[in-house]
């Protein structure tokens, strides 16, 4: 029998799938999406329900962000999964895990993050857990959410022949948790304008929601998904679920200035790489039509609607197991990219 890293994060899950078949009422939804979505004695709305956890030690280390800044990221990242499926935040519940050495201005500045997103999405704390931890912090957030019926995006819905979009640029918060990491081992390490700006993607992730509402209303746009282990990681679930084979166009990447400029300075990184294997970037993934390309928001930077960049397509799968062929100029081009997985 093999060990957790053998069997990996989609080998858990599916454990679990397998082993749990009990089904409640009104479900439609249930695991292998971003979120589960069931409906209760409502004939206009779906009901959405999805849960995230961050670890010290796993997901960020001590001293890399402030408590302010891990009391956002940690409502952020469960905020992007709703906006994944195009739904609206009505309220979340938040459970913590807490060493005893922490003091008082430790729970206050964390309390402080967690607000200022519960406040500016209007998305309201009912409760939660806190209980002892013997070392390291762990958060728990589990957020609830609504979609009209019909306007939900869910990622079996992709068909052969859609567009392949993203939202914002890929690799930021990646190298942002590069450079974090470097600072919390102490490298000595200049800062520089690049490094703000990509340590801020990393430290605050913005969660689509507006962007994912506007995309829930136009029928053409089918699957979506939102960016959170990277793109070779997450891609594959549209795939698998939709029955369909990528085609990306690696030229088309979206890549920040402040990315590219901070990748030239050190030589040893590639902003390829880092926007196709990085993660945590929380942009939206999604594919539309070809002929509804022209019903996409146009940016609107109070709206909170990023840029959206073309990256591929969608064509038939002739594999048990959908591929996504990486091209450059629409030839094809051999690259080893390793998903990301929890426990390798």
Known sequence: MGTLKDLGERGIIQTLRELTKERMPGLELGMGDDCAMFSF??????????TDMMMEGVHYRSGEMTPYQLGQRSLAVNL???????????ASFLSLALPPHLDESWVKSFSKGYAYLTNKYHTALLGGDTVRSNRDVVVSVTILGKILKGNEKTRQMAQSGDLIVVSGTLGDSAAGRL????????????????????????????????????????????????????????LPHILS???????????????????????????????????????????LLFTISEDMVDQLPQPDRERGIPPLTVIGWTCPSEQKEPMIHWERKKRHVTRDFRPYDHFR
């Open 41 to 50: 004695y409502d004939d206009a709305y779906y009901y959405l329900v999805t």
């Open 80 to 90: 992007s999964d709703i906006a994944a499926m195009g739904g609206t935040p009505i």
């Open 179 to 234: 450079i974090a990491e470097e600072r919390s081992r102490k490298v000595d390490v200049m800062g520089t304008g690049e490094q703000t700006f990509l340590l801020q993607r990393y430290y605050e992730p913005s969660p689509r929601l507006s962007l994912g509402q506007e995309l829930s209303r136009i029928p053409g746009v089918h699957a979506m998904m939102d960016l959170s282990d990277g793109l070779v990681s997450d």
């Open 241 to 283: 679920q939709s029955h369909v084979d990528a085609r990306i166009q690696l030229e088309r990447l979206p890549i920040s200035d402040e990315l590219a400029r901070e990748c030239t300075r050190r030589k040893k990184w590639s902003a390829e790489s880092l926007a196709v294997t990085g993660g945590d970037d929380y942009e």
